[in-house]
């Protein structure tokens, strides 16, 4: 047995090369149990978690084999959930951890030239208004300038998380992440010439 995939839903290829050792320790209702849970996750957080990968990479295709790494490791976790945090806490932190092995794996290769592709917002977000007002491409392109523990807080942020999940994202306290919070807010005036 394997996940169903549709023709359009190519991106789910690698989650079915990980059912099977699944399978082997579920029963069938169960797996129908977690194959709903998954997909109801995809649908809330998977526009979150695309905004959120678009400010590790410019590359379109980094970016999709990055998304592709943090749904199997969501599927793969899934079934462990034991409902410690939210489940927002728990892909966001999942999302963070694929994403920092995402970038010690790119910076061990050698360095690529950036290439330039605009994000499509797959749909409203809270960063609409944000957008609308500023050039897209301007300001992915000052979020991936930033540093690496500014960038996380600034796009989690921006996903409308409370700073108490960042900070348990992360694994820093509320107050570290309100001062990185602020910190990469000024940095991107001074980028964006202090339009924000």
């Known amino acids: 047995m394997s996940l169903p995939v549709d023709a359009d839903r190519r991106d789910e290829t690698r989650i079915e090369l990980a059912a099977p050792a699944l399978e082997k320790s579920m029963d069938h209702a169960h797996r129908q149990q977690l194959e709903q849970q998954y997909e109801g996750l995809w649908r809330e957080h998977g526009p979150g978690l695309s905004r959120l990968v678009a400010s590790y990479e410019s590359s379109l295709h980094a970016r999709e084999d990055l998304l592709q790494d943090i749904r199997l490791a ?60 500023m050039d897209h491409s301007k300001l992915m392109h000052a979020i991936r300038g930033l540093p690496l523990h500014y960038r996380q807080v600034i796009t989690m942020a921006l996903e409308e998380l409370p700073q108490t999940e960042i900070a348990a994202i992360l694994g820093i306290s509320e107050n570290n992440v309100a001062v990185r919070l602020n910190r990469a807010r000024n940095l991107l005036r001074e980028k964006l010439g202090g339009k924000t």
């Open 74 to 133: 969501i599927w793969r976790a899934l079934p462990d959930f034991r409902g410690e945090c939210s489940m927002r806490t728990f892909v966001y932190r999942i999302a963070h951890n694929r994403s920092l092995t995402h970038i010690w794996r790119r910076r061990s290769a050698f360095p690529q030239a950036e290439e330039s592709y605009e994000v499509v917002d797959p749909g409203p977000s809270p960063e609409v208004s944000i957008i609308r007002k």
